[in-house]
């Protein structure tokens, strides 16, 4: 078979194609960083790829959901302990109230004091975490107390949860409903009928009713304190394990779609030789003439 020009042309053409196409793919990983730079480049390596950011992903959302829910709980129990220490003082002055040495004008006086804790413990039952009521069961936007003579509790009972790996799930919150109560029990109503007894002087009560009363309430609210803390404990352990899985995702990802650099460098500096070899050597062979162009 007789070899024209214009086979040597077409020829040379497609080896510098060729050339240039592998060139132009080792460039592309060199800006990306990526040995996958399309699907066709590798299909099982693609699958896997794809697969692996998934679980990354998931995982990096778990991350989100715990870090949020161990930001709730510490500002719970930022407000529990706060409630805690309204509660040990009013028990203080429930002992000294009881004494049959205060007088009625004593007991006004700490019931004063004792009203000023109830609007305290409200505060405290109002605690915010990201502009949103954490003792307001899942009405997060709405304020579970108003300051004053009403005790009424305006949020739900509902426990909201909050996803923390596949198919487990972490209660979130406590609601001031079971906590601190309302004007029909709870803490607040024990508060409330201690006011009430110290204003009518009323040492019976005092010294039984209130006393056993604020001591089983105060017992509700380490109850809940314990709660806190044990999963304040629980999402810590699951935050942990879930940084483990995230780096071992991340660095299969890794394995699988990022390229070798230094050997990329390497096939870099290759190809680009080749390149400028395969032109300079085009340039030798295509040498045509007159005679050339009539031959063909």
């Not at 959302?61 to 930001?71: C, I």
């Not at 305290?120 to 109002?126: A, I, M, P, R, S």
């Not at 009972?157 to 972490?170: A, D």
């Not at 009928?193 to 089983?216: C, E, F, G, P, V």
């Amino acid at each position: 078979m007789r070899i024209t020009q214009t086979m040597v042309s077409r020829n040379l053409l497609d080896d510098l194609g060729d050339v240039t196409e592998r060139l132009s793919r080792t460039q592309e990983r060199l800006s990306s960083g990526k040995q996958l730079t399309a699907p066709s480049d590798d299909p099982f390596g693609v699958s896997q790829a794809l697969m692996f950011r998934l679980d990354v992903s998931t995982q990096q959302q778990y991350q989100r959901n715990v870090q949020e829910a161990s930001s709730w709980q510490d500002a719970t129990d930022t407000a529990l302990s706060r409630v805690n220490d309204a509660v040990l003082r009013a028990r203080d002055l429930l002992i000294q109230g009881a004494n049959d040495s205060s007088g009625a004008s004593a007991r006004q006086s700490i019931a004063t004091e004792i009203d000023q804790l109830i609007d305290e413990v409200k505060n405290e039952g109002n605690a915010k975490y990201a502009g949103r009521y954490v003792f307001s069961g899942s009405a997060t936007l709405t304020q579970p107390y108003t300051q004053g003579a009403s005790d009424a509790y305006a949020g739900n009972t509902e426990v909201m949860k909050r996803e923390i790996g596949p198919g487990v799930q972490l209660d979130l919150n406590v609601t001031g409903q079971s906590v601190l109560g309302d004007g029909s029990g709870g803490i607040l109503k024990v508060l409330r009928d201690i006011s009430n007894d110290l204003k009518t002087n009323n040492s019976a009560n005092l010294q039984n009713t209130d006393i056993a009363a604020l001591d089983a309430a105060h017992d509700t609210l380490l109850t809940a304190q314990a709660i806190v803390g044990a999963r304040a404990n629980r999402l810590e352990t699951a935050n942990s394990r879930l940084q483990q899985l995230d780096e071992a995702s991340t660095k299969s990802l890794s394995n699988v779609e990022d390229a070798d650099m230094a050997k990329t460098l390497v096939d870099f500096s290759t190809q680009q030789a080749v390149y400028q070899a395969a032109l300079k050597s085009g340039a030798n062979l295509i040498q045509p003439s007159l005679m050339d162009f009539l031959s063909n």
